[in-house]
């Protein structure tokens, strides 16, 4: 009987085994995580949009989700801690082939690289960000992050927290992202969808995905198991299109409404460097051909 | 990729030196954050980059700038960028990251006065030891010292070609006086140029591992998009690229980002020497200082004592082998520097029993030729 289950476990296999290091698993993320059905939505999704996979990127900063980039059978690039954008900005632009993915933690894209966000919303960079929002620092131990709710226990917030947090869709929408949208890691075929839509879209895509924490928020905040965290993500979560990204904070209880709020086109960075400056070089390139005239 | 086509003499600041060497060296991505003394580094490339098809980025902060010229790196771009003092020391994490991930970029660093905001508008060389040991950790760097236009746009070139065929980032130290200081430049045409390419691997995919060499060597370079589906991380990792948190991966890795450098120092360091081999005292001295330290020479020199002069154009890695070899020979050596005492300290390391006289000025001005003039008496009355 041993004999014949190994024979059995021999012979599974994942399903996007072509896209993951397998030779890399098992995985760091405590089980429960949301992290696993997340990996493969964006999988899912890419595989989908029918890209060459050979021309997809994936940046990471620091944190749990920061490992992505380690799991993903892609060019991928696990950097510092909040400086995954403007990291995959220069990829991106000296590149411009490249699909380039931007998957990191809501402490890493928020906290110490909520600049470097808002501003490569305000440019509108061809990139594409997947926000793991888990409500809280995972891999060093459960303190406060700038999306735990008002009131809820953290490592450092030991008699509950006193900060309002960010509603992170409204931020990437006033920075002026072109896609903005919400899901929580149940929603894996909305999940798979938005991340094709990103990867056909062009311009500053943001995608934030609420992910469960049994390890740290669950425990600190009386929230039961990994599945019970799931549950009751599933139980609040509405889809709504049309919502205002701007009305739809989230805090412990209330609805997580979830949907696609923004999907417009804007020009992206580099189609506005091309139609400002391409006539305009043009003519300055007339004193460049030897010393003699205007430097 | 569209090539430089400027070319001939020029009376030229500095800083602009600086950005036409980049492009004559195949730079075509920049990004940057307004900062004085070096600013027009960045305007120049703002101007010129969009003529050559490059890629102009003014970002949000120096973190940014720096983050973004290692992901051009490794899409296959020449990257640099420019900043001073106070933006420097907001890149260092990331200089780190290029070092661990073995990234080709420079930056260049136009020092000012320091520490903090400290002199803006005015000079200083105080940043020496924040480019050898600013980031976290123990790893090895290069540091190039300009001493005018025309030597910030021939170091500005080996720069690029130093962190292309050895991968990391390399500083080009240069200060508000070079900076800034308008003289003739002459820039060859591009062909003329020794340019120093990045070393692609050759090995298909399934045969490629991103840092697969030797315990010294450099590993050759797989960019985004070409099917090579690589991992690389500024954790501690194996030759796959892949996290290994152990202590004989983490020895071996530390040992051989220093060892490419330390073992190969001899094809790196470059120095200026005049009249050392029989001197009493050497003076030493790197970037603008070493512009104002022949007043004091030559009236030494009239009084009988034998002066000697040495020049790094490398600071980093320290040419600790001349340094040790000249100290058995002289009575001693004078350093003279804009901060108090940074290079100093190294000499101090190699000269062993030969005395070491610091000049020191914290910046925003000069040594006096007098006080120069004196320590070199001193040096000589020593023993």
């Not at chain 1, 299109?241 to 580099?270: S, Y």
Request: hydrophobic share 40%; aromatic share 8%; glycine share 8%.
């Amino acid at each position: 009987m041993p004999d014949d289950k190994s024979q059995q476990t021999e012979n599974l296999h994942h399903p996007m085994e072509e896209y993951l290091r397998m030779d890399r698993m098992p995985h760091i993320w405590c089980s429960s995580c949301g992290l696993g059905s997340i990996l493969t939505a964006f999988m899912k999704g890419v595989k989908q949009a029918d890209v060459d996979f050979n021309k997809v990127a994936v940046v990471s900063g620091i944190g749990c989700t920061g490992r992505v980039a380690g799991y993903v059978k892609l060019d991928s690039y696990h950097t510092t801690h909040g400086r995954a954008i403007p990291f995959a900005t220069g990829l991106k632009l000296a590149n411009r082939d490249l699909t380039v993915f931007v998957i990191s933690g809501d402490g890493d894209l928020f906290a110490i690289g909520g600049n470097h966000l808002i501003h490569a919303a305000r440019r509108n960079v061809d990139i594409n960000v997947i926000c793991v929002n888990n409500f809280i620092y995972g891999m060093t131990g459960g303190q406060n992050a700038p999306t735990t709710p008002l009131e809820a226990y953290s490592s450092t917030a030991p008699y509950g927290n006193y900060e309002q947090p960010f509603n992170l869709v409204g931020v990437a929408a006033a920075a002026g992202a072109s896609y903005v949208a919400r899901w929580s890691a149940l929603h894996m075929r909305r999940l798979a969808e938005s991340v094709e839509e990103m990867t056909k879209k062009k311009g500053f895509c943001f995608l934030e995905v609420i992910s469960p924490c049994a390890t740290v928020f669950a425990r600190k905040n009386k929230g039961g198991t990994g599945l019970d965290l799931l549950k009751g993500y599933k139980d609040r979560s509405v889809i709504n299109h049309n919502a205002n990204p701007q009305e739809i904070p989230l805090d412990m209880n209330g609805e997580i409404v979830c949907g696609v709020f923004i999907n417009k086109d804007r020009p992206t960075f580099w189609e506005n460097v091309l139609s400002g400056t391409e006539r305009k070089v043009k003519k300055t390139n007339l004193y460049y051909h030897d010393s003699k005239t205007k430097f | 990729m569209r090539k430089s086509d400027l070319h001939g003499e020029f009376f030229i600041q500095g800083n602009i030196a600086c950005a036409e060497a980049a492009l004559a060296a195949g730079c075509r991505f920049f990004g940057g954050y307004p900062i004085t003394p070096a600013s027009e580094i960045a305007e120049r490339m703002a101007y010129r980059l969009p003529q050559l098809d490059g890629v102009f980025v003014q970002f949000e902060d120096e973190i940014a700038s720096m983050a973004s010229i290692l992901g051009a790196s490794w899409a296959g771009a020449k990257s640099m960028t420019s900043s001073s003092g106070p933006g420097i020391s907001l890149m260092l994490e990331n200089i780190g990251l290029g070092i661990m991930m073995e990234t080709p970029c420079v930056i260049v660093n136009v020092q000012r006065g320091s520490p903090s905001t400290g002199l803006p508008t005015s000079w200083g060389q105080s940043d020496m030891m924040q480019a050898r040991w600013g980031s976290h950790g123990d790893f090895a760097v290069i540091a190039l010292c300009p001493k005018s236009p025309q030597e910030y746009f021939d170091l500005t070139v080996k720069a690029f070609n130093l962190s292309e065929q050895y991968r990391l980032p390399v500083f080009v130290m240069s200060d508000a006086v070079v900076g800034h200081m308008t003289e003739k430049v002459y820039i060859p045409p591009v062909d003329e140029l020794e340019i120093i390419e990045r070393k692609y691997t050759s090995k298909k995919p399934q045969d490629y591992l991103p840092y697969e060499c030797e315990f010294d060597a450099v590993p050759d370079f797989a960019k985004a998009g070409d099917g090579y589906r690589y991992h690389t991380t500024g954790l501690t990792h194996d030759e796959r690229g892949y996290p290994v948190m152990t202590e004989e991966c983490h020895v071996k890795l530390v040992n051989r980002l220093i060892n490419k450098i330390k073992l190969h120092a001899d094809d790196i360091i470059m120095i200026e020497e005049k009249d050392t081999e029989d001197a009493e005292v050497i003076v030493v001295s790197y970037g603008i200082t070493s512009r104002i330290v022949f007043p004091a020479i030559k009236i030494m020199k009239k009084k009988g004592i034998k002066v000697g002069y040495l020049r790094l154009i490398t600071v980093w890695p320290f040419p600790e082998e001349r340094i040790r070899q000249l100290a058995s020979k002289v009575n001693g050596f004078v350093v003279v520097e804009l901060n108090m005492g940074q290079v100093c300290l190294e000499v101090e390391r190699c000269a062993k029993n030969a005395v070491t006289k610091l000049v020191p000025h914290p910046g925003g001005g000069m040594p006096q030729v007098e006080t120069i003039t004196q320590a070199i008496q001193e040096v000589a009355d020593a023993r």
